[in-house]
């Protein structure tokens, strides 16, 4: 399956921005879609997932009650809506989907598909 993020850009402390990423084929009931992010000079971490099946949703303690996750099936997207931004969000942004055990969901290295990443830039 490939994958096309989009919805990036630059955004004052407060605002809001919705990513949408956009699969190939329709991914649900077969792969969870998650959201990973990458600061310049750190590692990339888990953001949110959704999951396959029954539309549960798992958030990074640093971004829960300010993103949300949500799936289009009818438009093969999955959408992450960004409230309050704050500078330390600033990243490049990366869906993935997979198909791994629930225990593992937040397991980047488990993740077999990836899109491009789109650049979410957080400043005055």
């Known amino acids: 399956v490939q994958l096309q993020a989009s919805g990036g850009g630059l955004v004052q402390p407060g605002g809001s921005l919705r990513l949408s990423c956009v699969s190939s084929?329709?991914?649900?009931?077969?792969?969870?879609i998650a959201w990973f992010r990458q600061a310049p000079g750190k590692e990339r971490e888990f953001v949110s997932v959704?999951?396959?099946?029954?539309?549960?949703?798992y958030y990074n303690d640093l971004v829960k009650g300010r993103f949300t996750i949500s799936r289009e099936n009818a438009k093969n997207t999955v959408f992450l809506q960004m409230d309050s931004l704050k500078p330390e969000d600033t990243a490049v942004y990366f869906c993935?989907?997979?198909?791994?055990?629930?225990?593992?969901?937040?397991?980047?290295?488990?993740?077999?598909?990836w899109g491009q990443g789109t650049q979410v830039t957080v400043s005055s």
């Open positions: 993935a989907a997979g198909s791994m055990v629930l225990s593992s969901i937040r397991d980047m290295r488990l993740y077999n598909y």
């Open positions: 084929r329709p991914t649900v009931n077969q792969y969870h």
């Open positions: 959704i999951r396959r099946t029954g539309g549960y949703t």
